[in-house]
């Protein structure tokens, strides 16, 4: 079974950086798109950064310039580099991977905390 790990979360003041890891195990094969969303309480989950395994990504207009997604096939994990972080960042960020196809299917990472102070 798929098991999606992030790491790299934490509490930083307004204008650090962190990276944010996501570990894919199990069976990985033939993930298309890996990416990362966020959600904060009472809002809905939105889409961070994605990246396909053409290497095509997509970024929202709010972290586009300051977050940079990467992925690494043979390791199977994700990346999301993160810069100039802002409080309206602080979010609970989850690690989403996609395998299309006749067996397609979701997968997602429990979450990991991060929180910008100004």
């Known amino acids: 079974q798929v098991q999606l790990v992030e790491s790299g979360g934490g509490l930083v003041q307004a204008g650090g950086s962190l990276r944010l890891s996501c570990a894919a195990s199990?069976?990985?094969?033939?993930?298309?798109?890996m990416g990362w969303y966020r959600q904060a309480p009472g809002k809905q989950r939105e889409l961070v950064a994605g990246i396909s395994n053409g290497g095509s990504t997509n970024y929202p207009d709010s972290v586009k310039g300051r977050f940079t997604i990467s992925r690494d096939n043979a390791k199977n994990t994700v990346y999301l580099q993160m810069n100039s972080l802002k409080p309206e960042d602080t979010d609970v960020y989850y690690c989403y991977a996609a395998r299309w196809g006749a067996a397609a299917r979701d997968y997602w990472g429990q979450g990991t905390q991060v929180t910008v102070s100004s």
């Open positions: 199990g069976s990985t094969f033939s993930f298309n798109v």
